[in-house]
């Protein structure tokens, strides 16, 4: 079985801060691991993607996150906000051999103050 | 390459009537998936077509179901509908198998915009 947790449903961060998204995950066995964006009354487009490569990932808009097993977590990083940033952020994890279906986490609204 | 296209983006019924929707996924994709997306509950899974057969299923009731025609195109029902039902229907869809010999699987998903449903 496999879970997520995002801690924070809400984060806000003023513009040019640092933005930081935690995800913690659970997996029995080596996962692959999700940042997905959703702007309001749109689709989630995905931002990076952990595929057991590197465990420094680089998205799309600034975006990155680091795979650490150890502390089983996928947090998401980008070192100035921009108020653009502001959106819906969803972790996920699915593993190999399994359904190939994603499991979410409940989703961090980041909100950017000017 | 076209993206995931989901119809219609916005509806309006009452209790107890049913609505069809309806996702067109990437070509090439294989795979369709449907999720219902509420304030209170997130992202919930309802199923997964993978070559017009249900692969994997949600904890819904009966009254929401689907289908995948031979063209990959999916349509979901919900049947006798209820206030709580009310939501953003997101279809996605992937590849559904590994895409080259020996190559995963990742479970990477392209997502629509949505189809709203409001009900009355």
């Known amino acids: 079985a496999q879970s997520v947790t995002q801690l924070g449903s809400h984060v806000s961060v003023s513009e040019g801060a640092l933005v930081l998204l935690r995800c913690n995950y659970s997996?029995?066995?080596?996962?692959?691991l999700f940042w997905y964006v959703q702007y309001p009354n749109q689709g989630l487009q995905l931002l990076l993607k952990?595929?057991?490569?590197?465990?420094l990932v680089k998205g799309i808009n600034g975006f990155e996150a680091e795979f650490k097993k150890s502390e089983t977590s996928f947090h998401l990083t980008k070192p100035s906000a921009h108020m653009s940033d502001a959106a819906e952020y969803f972790c996920?994890?699915?593993?190999?051999?399994?359904?190939?279906?994603?499991?979410f986490g409940r989703g961090t609204s980041l909100i950017v103050h000017p | 390459k076209a993206g995931v296209t989901q119809t219609p983006r916005y509806l309006i019924k009452t209790r107890g009537q049913q609505v069809t929707l309806s996702c067109s996924p990437i070509?090439?994709?294989?795979?369709v998936s449907w999720y219902q997306q509420t304030p209170g509950q997130g992202l919930q899974f309802l199923f997964e077509?993978?070559?017009?057969?249900?692969?994997n299923k949600g904890n819904f009731p009966g009254r929401f179901s689907g289908r995948q025609f031979s063209n990959s195109r999916s349509e979901m029902n919900v049947s006798t509908l209820e206030l709580g039902d009310s939501a953003l229907y997101l279809c996605?869809?992937?590849?559904?198998?590994?895409?080259?010999?020996?190559?995963?699987?990742?479970?990477?998903?392209?997502f629509g915009e949505g189809s709203r449903l409001t009900v009355l």
């Open positions: 996605a869809s992937s590849l559904g198998s590994p895409p080259l010999a020996g190559a995963p699987n990742t479970g990477e998903l392209f």
């Open positions: 997996s029995s066995v080596p996962p692959y």
């Open positions: 952990y595929t057991s490569a590197a465990t």
């Open positions: 996920a994890v699915s593993t190999s051999g399994g359904s190939y279906i994603p499991t």
């Open positions: 070509s090439g994709h294989r795979s």
């Open positions: 077509y993978f070559s017009e057969t249900q692969r």
